[in-house]
């Protein structure tokens, strides 16, 4: 890696609104950087699309006619950062609905969860 700053200061102001798109490569893969500035010469939107999330939609593919031993193993192979997906999607079996379930819904859901009594 070059010599150099980490931080870049910036020397002149960008106005709010302005968009850039910027990927970097990580160790599962690509990551894509969006930003919004702001005010201030502060984000106003920031985000991050980590290789885990594009890497994870092969997985349906990849498990195909496998066995329930092999999907461990297989994901494993993937080395997936589960953290790094702000998102769960979700399948009805019944009716093959999808449903995507973002962060603040996840967060949410956790909150308001009551413990079940025992009987």
């Known amino acids: 890696m070059p010599e150099g700053p980490i931080i870049e200061e910036l020397k002149e ?19 894509i950087h969006y930003v919004i500035s ?26 195909k006619d496998e066995t329930i031993a092999d999907v461990p193993i297989i ?18 079996m019944k009716t093959g609905e999808q449903r995507i379930i973002k962060r603040r819904e996840l967060e949410e859901m956790s909150r308001n969860k009551r413990p079940q009594k025992r009987s």
């Open 13 to 31: 102001k960008i106005p709010a609104g302005q968009e850039g798109l910027y990927t970097v490569e990580a160790p599962r893969g690509e990551a």
């Open 38 to 63: 702001g005010p201030d010469n502060r984000p106003e939107r920031w985000r991050v699309r980590a290789p885990t999330y594009a890497n994870l939609q092969a997985l349906p593919t990849l498990i």
């Open 75 to 92: 994901l494993g192979s993937m080395d997936p950062c589960f953290s790094c997906t702000e998102r769960v999607e979700t399948v009805d």
